[in-house]
């Protein structure tokens, strides 16, 4: 069993950055974030493996967030810059043990998801 302990959310106005970051109770591969808005929708963000390879980005925070990992620490950090109204959401950490390497954590959807954050909310005003 893992435990992650997602924080960093906050209120930012249009065009400014918040870093959120993820620590997990142990070591997993495939960490990452998913977003809930409003209206109960949820989208995948961003995801890392620790093994390196590719990184996933959503086509809306491409270029403004990255992704980050810290193995020692066990931790993922979500740079977001140039933050818009569009973003505020519920922000989930997310975990997986990946077998298969990097592909397996770029193709991760959220029926995969083994661990989730208790989650964090980033609300960016206009």
């Known amino acids: 069993q893992v435990t992650l302990v997602d924080s960093g959310g906050g209120s930012v106005q249009a065009g400014g950055s918040l870093r959120l970051s993820c620590t997990a109770s142990?070591?997993?591969?495939?960490m990452g974030w998913w977003r809930q808005f409003p209206g109960g929708v949820r989208e995948g963000v961003a995801r890392i493996y620790s093994g390196g390879g590719r990184v996933f980005y959503a086509d809306s925070v491409r270029g403004r967030f990255t992704i980050s990992l810290d193995n020692a620490k066990n931790a993922v950090y979500l740079q977001m810059d140039s933050l818009k109204p569009e973003d505020s959401a519920t922000y989930y950490c997310?975990?997986?043990?990946?077998?298969?390497?990097?592909?397996?954590?770029?193709?991760?959807?959220?029926?995969?998801?083994?661990?989730w954050g208790q989650g964090t909310q980033v609300t960016v005003s206009s």
């Open positions: 142990k070591s997993i591969n495939c």
């Open positions: 997310a975990a997986a043990q990946s077998h298969w390497g990097d592909d397996f954590c770029y193709g991760l959807l959220e029926a995969g998801v083994d661990y």
